[in-house]
């Protein structure tokens, strides 16, 4: 069952993609100006983190809008805040921050779209949204990915 008549509406479309612009920001302050490495890398794992969080949320609410959804869904759902916070201890703890952190959120952002890849074989999901999810988190996770390097 992937997709539905229903279209994906254009303003997901472009608030989506103009999401990626804070992390691309991120990348391009590490470019421009090394004394804003700090700022930069701090500000894009934050970033990271909440839309990683995000997305979390985007299922669940998938996931209540479904008539029968699947089992899995819930939990899945409440994994990705549940790696962001994870993500966030080393820093609180004084351990070794950030990177390490932000190669798991890249990867988590990597990996996302295979849930909704799954997700689509139990609900009907906008026509769309499985193309859009695969731009905006390779995009995202890439360009967090960029950070990690820095």
């Known amino acids: 069952m992937t997709g539905t008549t229903r279209p994906l509406p254009d303003a997901a479309k472009w608030l989506g993609y103009a999401g990626l612009l804070p992390q691309a920001i991120a990348v391009a302050m590490?470019?421009?100006?090394?004394?804003?490495?700090?700022?930069?890398?701090?500000?894009?794992?934050?970033?990271?983190?909440?839309?990683?969080?995000?997305?979390?949320?985007?299922?669940?609410?998938?996931?209540?809008?479904?008539?029968?959804?699947?089992?899995?869904l819930y939990p899945v759902a409440v994994l990705p805040s549940l790696i962001a916070l994870a993500t966030y201890l080393p820093w609180i703890w004084g351990l070794q921050w950030p990177e390490p952190s932000l190669w798991v959120l890249a990867f988590g952002l990597l990996l996302s779209p295979l849930v909704d890849r799954a997700l689509g074989r139990h609900i009907a999901l906008p026509k769309g949204w499985l193309r859009l999810r695969v731009h905006l988190s390779v995009g995202l996770g890439l360009t967090t990915a960029l950070l990690a390097l820095a």
Do not use: H, Q, V
């Open 30 to 72: 590490l470019l421009e100006d090394t004394t804003l490495k700090w700022i930069a890398i701090a500000g894009g794992y934050g970033y990271a983190a909440f839309i990683f969080s995000f997305l979390g949320g985007a299922w669940w609410g998938l996931a209540l809008s479904a008539a029968n959804p699947p089992r899995w």
